[in-house]
């Protein structure tokens, strides 16, 4: 939170980044961060199970089922959501001290947190990264190869559902057929986005 000497000092700005699996959020958050300046990249906590290469506290932290419940008890998410029967949640300290300190922060999550985060930052502002077609997206979940095939029918099974839920809620669509192009998109809107109101 601001504190009382820090009234005149702009806070930062609050980036929402969703999109369904395997349409490149990750990428596009990663060269973001790369390409501007003091910019943060909310890392999400999850009870899911490590993929290959991945670490803990660098693209998610990992927990018990456990732990994360104790967590939303003591208020500790920002957003939380289950998906696909794993919880993912936002920190909400890293994201306050981030905006604070007048970092623009990005929040790659799915819609439900999306929603929650907007009720709480009317001023976040939401993108929604889009495949190009349902064949492309389907190629690209399927060349990840990390999970099963189960898992993979359900997720372009809700990928449908999540396209049609996104434009009810979010202010920008945005193509990611060349990632050049979507990468640019997303740095224009960052760049016109306002900044985060103190929430004390």
């Known amino acids: 939170m601001a504190q009382a000497g820090d009234q005149n000092k702009t806070r930062g700005k609050l980036i929402v980044i969703s999109g369904p699996s395997g349409v490149g959020k990750s990428t596009i958050c990663k060269r973001l961060v790369a390409q501007l300046e003091d910019t943060h990249l909310s890392i999400s906590m999850t009870t899911r199970q490590p993929g290959p290469g991945e670490q803990n506290g660098r693209e998610y932290y ?44 990005i929040l790659e999550i799915d819609i439900q947190g999306g929603k929650q985060v907007k009720t709480i930052y009317p001023q976040a502002v939401m993108v929604f990264i889009l495949p190009p077609s349902t064949k492309v997206l389907t190629d690209r979940i399927s060349d990840r190869a990390r999970e099963s095939g189960d898992i993979i029918a359900k997720r372009l099974g809700g990928a449908g559902s999540e396209i049609a839920a996104a434009w009810q809620c979010y202010d920008n669509m945005v193509i990611n057929d060349d990632l050049e192009q979507a990468i640019k998109e997303v740095v224009q809107i960052i760049q016109n986005a306002p900044t985060i109101d103190s929430l004390d």
């Open 62 to 105: 990992f927990v018990s089922r456990d732990e994360f419940r104790k967590r939303i008890e003591e208020g500790a998410f920002l957003e939380y959501a289950e998906v696909f029967g794993n919880l993912y949640g936002t920190p909400r300290d890293k994201t306050e001290e981030a905006l604070d300190a007048g970092r623009t922060v």
